[in-house]
Each structure stands twice: as C-alpha cells, then as structure tokens.
C-alpha cells in the first residue's frame, strides 16, 4: 500500500500535482484582486449627488390631532411631550415660510371607504386568517389593507 502512495503519488509526494495546485491558487488569488478593483471602480462611478434644495417645491408636513398630549417624556429632568416642542419647532419654520404644517383629524379614516366613501368598513373574513388589518366595504364590494385605506382618506383630506 507505501509502495502504491509513493510510486503513483498522492497530493503529498506527487510533485506536478503539488505544482499545479500551487499555480491554480496563485491564478485564482489574481482573479479575485481583479474582481475587488472592478468593485471599487463602480462604487467610485456611481456616487450620489450632493443634496439641492429645490426653491420651487415647499416641504409639507401633516400632524394627525390624535398625537398631542400623549407622549410625555423626560428630558433633562423635566417631563415635557416630544412630540409638542416637534410641533412648536415645525410651526416656527412654517411662520418663517420653509415649510408648511397642517394638521388633521384622523377620525374614521381607516373606516371610511376610499372609494365610495362609505362609512361603515366591516374586517374581512377568510379562513385561517386572523387578524383586523383588512377591511371590506359592502357597499361597493372593494377590499383594504387598513393602513393604505386611512392614508387615501388623509390624502383627501
């Protein structure tokens, strides 16, 4: 069996084999330093842009009534709502003219329909499903997702 591994070779005592193991990993090794330098080239061809602010177009900001008064955190010390120095921030920025801030009432927006306005959206029922995120109007017969259909009613609003 010696005999046989020394005479005909294994990886070890073969010295061709050992050669062109060693030039195949050297050949491979190139190919991936190749591959990594195409890499950076395209990282380095496609960098974005630097941000322009556009003078035409005025950021709209919209606030749901529902969110005052109901996030009181402490900061530094003081409890105070997050969410009304965010608010009282925005409303100056919109009495300077950056942006625009309006605010809107969010009642049955995800129970009226989008389409037929139908106020009166019923969960959805089908088997091995739970849960209350799909809504389906009976007048005209339309199935929601829930939060797609309030954000369409906020829009409109």
């Known amino acids: 069996m ?6 005909h070779g294994t990886a070890k005592y073969n010295r061709s084999r050992r050669k062109r193991k060693k030039k195949k990993k050297k050949k491979d090794k190139k ?3 190749g591959l990594s330098l195409r890499t950076d080239e395209k990282k380095l061809k496609w960098r974005p842009l630097p941000f322009q602010e ?3 177009k005025c950021p709209l900001v919209v ?3 529902g969110v005052f008064g109901k996030d009181m955190v402490k900061m530094k010390g003081l409890w105070c709502g ?3 120095k965010l608010f009282a921030t925005l409303k100056k920025r919109d009495a300077a003219g950056e942006l625009i801030v309006v605010t ?3 009642f049955k927006t995800s129970k009226t329909c989008s389409s037929c306005f139908f106020d009166d959206l019923k969960v959805a029922k089908a088997p091995g499903f739970k849960g209350k995120g799909v809504l389906s109007c009976s ?3 339309k199935v929601w997702q829930r939060d797609v259909n309030a954000t369409t009613n906020g829009n409109d609003l």
């Open 63 to 65: 606030f749901g009534a």
């Open 2 to 7: 010696m005999a046989n591994i020394l005479t």
């Open 104 to 106: 809107i009432d969010e």
């Open 82 to 84: 997050v969410i009304g």
């Open 139 to 141: 007048k005209c017969k």
């Open 31 to 33: 190919e991936d330093e």
């Open 54 to 56: 556009n003078k035409e």
